[in-house]
């Protein structure tokens, strides 16, 4: 597929391990790239993100096809892999690096996520408030090289078996049917 049929998206969810391993799985997906976004230092260390120091929040970069899955479809799932209502932090991962965000490309991605952020709360999925914050895309910075595609090099790790494995199950099951392969196992 050439780069150009495929659309960007720009989200933080917590722990990019978490965020990574779940979009990798979805059919239309063709690349997830975890990184750094909305901070103010250019080509931070991960020690500097999480230091809070920099801004920037754990992101990842997802490449994507919108022919098969649409960015309205994309942030749907993205609001029911993580915790929406929670301000700087998802689990026992607390700051502003853990922030849930979308940084969106285009007015039509914001516009998107303005209409998603209404129908999941109209729905009342969480009975408290969503405090995602959409923000405008400025910057990616890739994280270094042993963050990607962690969870798939990593699965026995502590925190990739007792946090990011029954995330990564929860939504195989939930999304069995968009799923690339159409394994349950962890």
Not at 61 to 83: G, M, N, W
Request: hydrophobic share 35%.
């Amino acid at each position: 597929m050439e780069e150009k049929n495929l659309e960007t998206a720009t989200l933080a969810a917590g722990c990019f391990w978490c965020v990574e391993a779940v979009f990798d799985d979805l059919i239309g997906v063709y690349d997830v790239v975890s990184g750094y976004s909305g901070g103010h230092k250019d080509n931070p260390t991960y020690q500097e993100v999480c230091s809070e120091t920099t801004g920037h929040a754990e992101v990842v970069q997802i490449k994507f096809d919108p022919t098969e899955l649409s960015y309205a479809d994309l942030l749907r799932i993205f609001f029911t892999v993580h915790d929406p209502t929670t301000l700087n932090r998802q689990g026992n991962d607390i700051g502003t690096s853990y922030r849930s965000a979308v940084f969106y490309h285009s007015d039509e991605q914001r516009q998107a996520a303005e209409e998603v952020i209404a129908e999941v709360t109209a729905a009342g999925i969480y009975s408290d408030p969503i405090v995602t914050e959409v923000t405008a895309f400025d910057k990616f910075w890739p994280a270094e090289d042993y963050h990607q595609e962690y969870f798939a090099n990593n699965p026995n790790q502590p925190y990739c078996a007792a946090v990011v494995a029954p995330k990564v199950a929860k939504f195989r099951q939930k999304f069995a049917d968009r799923l690339k392969r159409r394994s349950t196992a962890v």
